[in-house]
């Protein structure tokens, strides 16, 4: 239980709760950023709001892999679902999450041969013992998960593997984090960063934000003693008007990040301008197959006809994903949108901001 | 509507969440409506020349067959068994139908007989009654079991599982989540350190430990398909009270813990088939905790909860650091996060 248990220590939280009142006192009201959708449920999971001062405001952000998704991208998968001979594999949480008129969920009951898996190497397994079919991988993620899925199709190349693609949904982090700091309507004083993307880029990627927004950053890992430790360090930096990124999360993560699988995400993948659900488009935010790896873009080899998108009215994943709206603002939540029959993808997926309110705080607006 | 899924049955009606209740509330119970039926408890309630009976059935599909700590025939016969004795009553006897997929190997199935015969024997109750029946190749997975039962309530006994007052202590028999995180283990084929056995065992001597220690135990029910959260939410909503859990207090094994943080999932929505909860009165929480403790089944038996005057949720649990956060019951199957 190690690295479990020491971080949710109770004294040692509490003592931290003190020393955040303390700092909380210098500031007026101080709005903060968790941009990653485990430290949403995190916080939710484990009550931890109700240890921030008054004053200290956290939102939840994009970084949901699932919830960025775009109808477009859904609707795709759904696409491949109906298609003759294939076999659609994907991360769990994507299997409930709305399209335009249909999800995952619902094209399994149609009939659908859909498989969950949890590697990306377990979908290379099913395209090799399924030699008939053609087998598609969703993927999705940001550099947490491209790398390992670049892993994959590389074996997949070496192996000859005829019969596996992914349809490429990956975004990248940095890029949307710019998008949020220079858009007006937004005002976020520090953010907690994604821990596990920033094993990958490692935390000089949001330099960027210090420097050029004067937006302290903070690195924080996931358990409560992290995410409290993070707060107070950003509150210290907001209060000393000395912006920079800080890694609390030291045991996960470096300065320049893993150089590895940066190697691999960019042998197979290149940055694009993508579309985020909610946001819009972000110049340089997603992945597309590099020329060399077309035959594993499954847009490219196997096309498929897609349904025009729709969009649900009322639903504010958007605003929720930008940190602008809190999910209980949304005139959908808890009534039209629960997790069992969800309208927008924050509430689909386990780290959905609007599940994780649903969940641990209770369904009532 | 039901679910999501508009007009299709979805995996998430077999999952013991609030898409199975909706299915049982808007389609079944309309349509066989009586009153043994309306409680849709664990059991049926049957009286018979002035004794009471208690009647259930279940069908088990699990994937795969067998798993570290059972397989799909012991998981028939205890699943049963602690069906009728939640209820308070003494299992009789039990039925066994085998539906079996063209191509099943027979040592397969020699197993799985042999392990359901082994079940019935620790619980001390017969087989009396079958049927086979054989789908062709591709038209089933293998091997599914449906058992039925019958019970006898003791003369003297009242009907359970009851319900909880304000003040009664729930009480778990041992470590939660083993069976759920079993079969998930043994299904994705984690290559794990520790292994992770199911706690599938025939609850009835257990039951009647408990039930001939402390007779008022208010309330009875095994927390299967759902996991804890599901069940104490049930009897939070029949009872009309909130629940406090302790988290601290509920007793979890360090690999399946470790295996909920990996895969970003919560122990207390994983099934269990081993496992009984009672609320019991505080006066009588030592008696009946000692009572569990005595049995080999009990051993790890702990105090987790507290029934409280209803205040607005039916279920909440106080974390490790002592703030507070709200117990749903599952909505649809559990799906492991992508990072």
Request: net charge negative.
């Given at each position: ?252 993560v470096s300065r320049e990040g893993n150089q590895a699988a940066l190697a691999i995400l960019y042998e197979v993948f290149e940055a694009k301008d993508d579309e985020w659900r909610g946001i819009g488009p972000i ?83 | ?339």
């Amino acid at each position: 239980m190690k690295y479990m248990r020491e971080f949710r220590e109770a004294g040692a939280t509490k003592a931290l709760a003190k020393s955040l009142a303390g700092a909380a006192e210098r500031l007026e009201v101080v709005r903060l950023m968790e941009v990653c959708g485990t430290h949403t449920m995190s916080i939710a999971r484990f009550g931890l709001r109700s240890f921030f001062p008054e004053n200290v405001m956290l939102t939840s952000g994009p970084g949901c892999p699932v919830c960025v998704s775009p109808h477009a991208y859904i609707d795709t998968a759904v696409a491949y679902c109906r298609r003759p001979d294939t076999i659609v594999t994907t991360f769990g949480d994507m299997v409930r999450v709305p399209g335009s008129s249909s999800s995952l969920e619902s094209e399994q009951a149609a009939g659908a041969d859909v498989r969950v898996v949890l590697s990306t190497i377990d979908a290379l397994r099913i395209a090799e013992e399924n030699p008939e079919k053609e087998v598609v991988f969703l993927a999705i993620g940001f550099e947490t998960t491209a790398p390992t899925i670049a892993a994959a199709v590389l074996e997949a190349r070496d192996s000859g593997l005829p019969n596996f693609a992914a349809l490429c949904g990956h975004k990248v982090m940095p890029p949307a984090m710019a998008a949020l700091a220079s858009d007006p309507e937004i005002r976020i004083d520090g953010y907690i960063c994604p821990p596990h993307v920033s094993a990958i880029i490692g935390g000089d990627a949001y330099r960027f934000l210090a420097d050029e927004y004067g937006t302290p950053c903070v690195i924080a890992g996931f358990e409560p003693f992290d995410v409290l430790q993070g707060v107070l360090w950003l509150l210290e930096m907001i209060a000393d008007s000395k912006p920079e990124v800080r890694i609390q999360y030291s045991r996960v993560v470096s300065r320049e990040g893993n150089q590895a699988a940066l190697a691999i995400l960019y042998e197979v993948f290149e940055a694009k301008d993508d579309e985020w659900r909610g946001i819009g488009p972000i110049p340089g935010s997603g992945l597309s197959f590099r020329k060399e790896f077309f035959d594993f873009d499954a847009e490219r080899r196997w096309p498929v006809e897609v349904e025009p998108t729709c969009v649900p009215e009322g639903c504010i994943c958007g605003e929720v994903l930008k940190g602008i709206a809190s999910p209980r603002d949304c005139a959908l939540f808890g009534t039209a949108c629960t997790p069992e029959s969800p309208v927008g993808a924050c509430m689909v997926s386990s780290e959905g901001a609007c599940a994780a309110a649903f969940k641990y705080e209770g369904a009532n607006r | 509507m039901i679910g999501s899924g508009g007009e299709k049955i979805l995996l998430a009606h077999g999952s013991g969440g609030k898409a199975m209740h909706e299915l049982i509330e808007s389609l079944l119970l309309p349509a066989f409506r009586n009153p043994k039926l309306e409680p849709l408890g664990d059991s049926a309630r049957l009286e018979l020349g002035g004794r009471e009976l208690a009647f259930t059935t279940d069908s088990y599909v699990v994937d795969p067959l067998f798993f570290p700590g059972g397989d799909i025939g012991r998981l028939a016969v205890c699943g049963t068994i602690n069906d009728l004795a939640v209820c308070g009553a003494r299992p009789l006897a039990l039925s066994c139908a085998l539906i079996l997929e063209e191509g099943l190997p027979m040592a397969d199935l020699e197993k799985v007989v042999e392990s359901m015969r082994s079940a019935a024997d620790e619980a001390g109750v017969e087989i009396v009654t079958g049927d086979t029946k054989v789908l062709p190749h591709g038209k089933g997975d293998r091997l599914f079991v449906n058992t039925a039962g019958v019970g006898l309530l003791p003369e003297g006994r009242r009907w359970l599982p009851g319900t909880a007052e304000p003040g009664d202590v729930v009480l778990i028999n041992g470590h939660v989540a083993d069976h759920g995180a079993a079969v998930m283990a043994e299904r994705e084929r984690f290559a794990l350190r520790a292994e992770i056995r199911s706690d599938v065992a025939p609850l009835n001597h257990l039951i009647e430990a408990l039930l001939e220690a402390v007779p008022d135990v208010r309330c009875l029910k095994d927390p299967t398909r759902g996991g804890l959260a599901s069940a104490l939410n049930e009897i939070a909503a029949a009872s009309a009270v909130s629940i406090v859990l302790d988290e601290e207090a509920i007793p979890v094994r360090g690999p399946v813990a470790a295996l909920c943080e990996l895969l970003g999932l919560d122990p207390l929505y994983f099934a269990n088939e081993g496992k009984v909860l009672a609320a019991v009165p505080p006066r009588r929480a030592d008696e009946a905790l000692a009572a569990l403790r005595s049995h080999p089944l009990g051993r790890y038996a702990a105090a987790i909860g507290e029934a409280k005057p209803f205040d607005r949720v039916p279920l909440s649990a106080r974390t490790l650091l002592g703030s507070h956060r709200v117990v749903g019951m599952l909505t649809g199957d559990q799906l492991p996060r992508i990072c």
